[in-house]
């Protein structure tokens, strides 16, 4: 249960949510999301709820699981398949997976990537709709569940806020 949580993430400013195990900072990060439901009040992103957006990688990107990924396809036909259903261009894809230091194996099934790998691949996958310096659109917000790696893209990412939920 996550009871009388208020927060704002400000943009270009990199935001840590620190607790110890079992403190519910998935579940609140679930929830930001959408994909869980609270039990009262809202959660607002840019003053929508994630739910109602209607292409919500240009505005929140997340990793909940950098396991939770297809171990049959490359990193790059995984990119690609979430940039086709958001709008996003092949060339955003290719810019997120040299951001993150991948770019030399884009084209290896993720299966084969170390744990560190994946929380990359994870990185460039909240990444992917953030504005590169061609597209400069405002207010993004990036949730991450990842490594301290994230604070710098995130924080750097065109004025993102970042939200970055860690253990302590």
Same mark, same amino acid.
């Given at each position: ?114 744990? #560190?790998?994946? &929380? ?8 992917? %709709?953030? +504005? =590169? $310096?061609?597209? !400069? ?8 569940? #990842?490594?301290? &790696? ?8 065109? %004025?993102? +806020? =970042? $939200?970055?939920? !860690?253990?302590?």
């Amino acid at each position: 249960m996550v009871n009388r949580l208020s927060f704002t993430a400000s943009p270009g400013v990199v935001t840590g949510f620190l607790g110890p195990n079992s403190s519910r900072k998935s579940t609140t990060m679930r929830i930001i999301l959408g994909l869980d439901a609270p039990t009262s009040g809202a959660t607002l992103v840019n003053g929508q709820s994630c739910a109602t957006i209607d292409r919500p990688m240009h505005t929140v990107g997340a990793l909940l699981d950098a396991g939770a990924m297809p171990g049959g396809r490359s990193a790059s036909d995984h990119l690609e398949f979430l940039a086709r259903s958001n709008g996003i261009g092949r060339r955003r894809v290719a810019e997120v997976l040299d951001e993150v230091g991948l770019s030399e194996v884009a084209g290896k099934r993720i299966e084969g990537f170390s744990l #560190g790998m994946r &929380q990359r691949l994870g990185i460039a996958r909240a990444l992917l %709709g953030v +504005p =590169g $310096l061609a597209d !400069q659109a405002p207010r993004r917000a990036v949730v991450d569940h #990842g490594q301290v &790696q994230f604070a710098r893209l995130g924080g750097d990412a065109d %004025g993102a +806020p =970042g $939200l970055v939920p !860690q253990r302590v």
